[in-house]
């Protein structure tokens, strides 16, 4: 069965700082890996999708990298701002059969 | 930008009424999925969906049901509403197996019951 796990669980950084979010899969047999992002109350709304034959998807000041055959994907987001402040889900798709499996996501919150 | 409703977005009701979480899709989606979520917690996957006649149980222990009788349109149901199912409730949706399959979420249901 598909784990997914975020590290860390909550990242508190100062404006304009680049950092990395965390995201490990115990099954490389995925379709894709996607990076969500949810507001307090809200719903999610999608940052990057990577198929699996891809190593990486950039999208402004997002990017994210995955090696399958380790399990981990990354997200890395440039020059941070406040209104980057928001919870930070991966989830993956393995294929027929399988429904679209989250991890616990990673609180960030960008300081002024 | 993606076409996926939820109605309502909020919903206070009391203990042991009966109701219907709205969800639709116009992209042609064939698979659907039901998420519930507590404020700052996981989501936790409850029902699913592969297509017209398709549902499938999920992770949390299902006190309510589903149906998927059109494509488009994929209804969640309690059919006694209870305080502990206080939380949000998310839809999702994404066309069938192809590796750029991308899944889009609703709004959410808030839904608080008293």
């Known amino acids: 069965k598909q784990e997914v796990t975020q590290i860390p669980a909550a990242l508190s950084v100062p404006e304009g700082e680049n950092l990395v979010l965390n995201c490990s899969f115990t099954?490389?047999?995925?379709?894709?890996l996607q990076w969500f992002r949810q507001d307090p109350g809200k719903g999610l709304t999608s940052l990057l999708l990577i198929q699996s034959s891809q190593r990486e998807q950039t999208s402004g000041r997002l990017n994210a990298s995955l090696d399958k055959s380790s399990g981990r994907s990354t997200l890395y987001i440039a020059a941070s701002q406040p209104g980057d402040s928001a919870t930070y889900l991966c989830?993956?798709?393995?294929?027929?059969?399988?429904?679209?499996?989250f991890g616990k996501g990673t609180r960030l919150s960008v300081i002024a | 930008e993606a076409d996926i409703y939820q109605t309502p977005r909020y919903l206070v009701i009391g203990t042991g009424k009966k109701i219907t979480l709205e969800c639709s899709q116009t992209m042609g989606h064939d698979k659907m999925y039901w998420y519930q979520q507590d404020p700052g917690m996981e989501l936790h996957l409850i029902h699913y969906s592969y297509g017209v006649n398709s549902t499938e149980k999920g992770d949390l222990s299902s006190e309510s049901t589903v149906s998927r009788i059109r494509t488009e349109h994929f209804p969640l149901t309690l059919e006694s509403a209870r305080p502990s199912h206080t939380s949000q409730y998310l839809c999702?949706?994404?066309?069938?197996?192809?590796?750029?399959?991308?899944?889009?979420f609703g709004q959410g249901t808030r839904l608080t019951v008293v």
């Open positions: 099954d490389s047999a995925i379709y894709n």
């Open positions: 999702a949706s994404s066309p069938l197996d192809r590796p750029n399959t991308e899944a889009f």
């Open positions: 989830a993956v798709y393995s294929g027929t059969g399988t429904p679209l499996v």
